[in-house]
């Protein structure tokens, strides 16, 4: 199980926008959200590159902090 902290999400929207972001990247399975967190956490199939991720989560508008 990979963890990202997401900087950024104030609402169930910005959960909404932050599972459907990750769960449309192939490979990525299992995404879970957690507002009070600022996190998402997810199963990987296969190593997924972590630059794609954080260009999904920065098009559905939030950022990847590292």
Do not use: N, W, Y
Not at 49 to 54: A, L, M, N, T, V
Not at 55 to 66: L, P, R, W, Y
């Amino acid at each position: 199980m990979t963890t990202i902290k997401i900087k950024g999400m104030s609402c169930q929207h910005c959960v909404m926008a932050v599972t459907k972001a990750l769960g449309a990247i192939e490979d990525v399975k299992d995404v879970h959200v957690d507002l009070q967190k600022g996190e998402a956490t997810f199963t990987e199939a296969k190593p997924v590159d972590r630059k794609q991720i954080s260009e999904s989560i920065k098009k559905a508008g939030f950022e990847v902090v590292d």
